[in-house]
């Protein structure tokens, strides 16, 4: 199973859900749209699942 994820910008409404909740995997850019960290490898700590389920706009995919 991947442990990276990445956001689609064309889908990212800008909600702030993912950064709230998983602020060391995601952070907002100028417009508040999310763009990953860390070449969006997901922490141990984290399911993938649950970071993928976060978002409503479905904007978040693995990579
Ligand atoms: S939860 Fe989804 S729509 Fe909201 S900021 Fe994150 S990627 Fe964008």
């Known amino acids: 199973m991947t442990n990276k994820v990445a956001i689609d910008q064309d889908f990212c409404q800008a909600h702030g859900?993912?950064?709230?909740?998983?602020p060391d995997l995601f952070e907002p850019d100028d417009e508040g749209r999310a763009q990953v960290k860390n070449d969006g490898v997901v922490p141990a700590s984290s399911?993938?699942?649950?970071?993928?389920?976060?978002?409503?706009?479905?904007?978040?995919?693995?990579?």
């Open 17 to 22: 859900r993912c950064y709230a909740l998983f």
């Open 47 to 63: 399911s993938v699942d649950e970071i993928l389920a976060v978002c409503p706009e479905a904007a978040i995919t693995t990579v």
